[in-house]
């Protein structure tokens, strides 16, 4: 039976927090505050529309997770900027371990898919600038029923557009509430754990198994058995 991945692409194999170079002509020395306030209100904005279940795109969430950041920062950025910042969300870059980590896996045979809350259009445009769309069978985005993880219904979506079963179905994230929501839809999972500093929510659940970086995963789940 091929084993199934599921790579999740925001913060997993793409670094959200590369945006803060499209933000240094807007926000200079506070890109990086203006970075890490958008990415957490983008999730924020995807959580309460999945409970609200008045679905808007992930493109939108981040279009208003921008606005909310310039009110709550200060910063006023013309419409112009914020349609290239917009745009520069398509051309972030991938993680140094995520380049070198998936054409072996792809060789030992796993099938790979990306699996995202991103539109797969923008999905498809931002993995191909990245250089790893050649490495998957396929990209499967929450849109395509109108949800957001950590709904359960996207993960039984992942089962059913990569014909795998939960049993030898891997989500791989860099998100614990991505991995919890996988786990709690009976799926494997493994959390990369890229800082030290990175703490897992401590709810009853466990990662599958918890690596460093994604070089690691084919091992992980070769001992995991």
Same mark, same amino acid.
């Given at each position: 039976m091929t084993v199934i991945l599921g790579f999740d692409v925001y913060g997993t194999l793409i670094d959200t927090a590369g945006i803060a170079s499209a933000l240094q002509r807007y926000a200079g020395e506070r890109a990086d505050e203006f970075a890490g306030i958008w990415r957490d209100k983008q999730l924020e904005y995807s959580f309460r529309r999945a409970l609200m279940q008045n679905y808007r795109s992930f493109t939108v969430c981040t279009r208003e997770a921008l606005e909310y950041t310039c009110r709550v920062v200060g910063i006023d950025?013309? +419409?112009?900027? #914020? #349609?290239?910042?917009? +745009? +520069?969300?398509t051309k972030l870059p991938p993680f140094a371990d995520a380049v070198e980590a998936l054409p072996p896996l792809q060789e030992a045979g796993y099938g790979l898919f990306a699996f995202s809350n991103g539109p797969a259009a923008d999905l498809t445009v931002l993995l191909e600038n990245a250089g790893l769309l050649g490495f998957f069978q396929d990209v499967v985005s929450t849109d395509e029923i109108k949800s957001f993880k950590p709904n359960p219904a996207v993960y039984a979506h992942f089962l059913r557009r990569s014909s795998a079963t939960a049993k030898a179905a891997w989500l791989v994230s860099g998100n614990s509430f991505d991995v919890i929501g996988a786990l709690s839809a009976g799926l494997n999972s493994a959390w990369v754990k890229r800082s030290a500093a990175a703490v897992f929510d401590p709810w009853e659940f466990t990662p599958t198994v918890e690596i460093s970086a994604l070089t690691e995963l084919g091992a992980a789940i070769a001992e995991a058995g």
């Open positions: 950025i013309p +419409a112009e900027g #914020k #349609k290239d910042l917009m +745009a +520069a969300y």
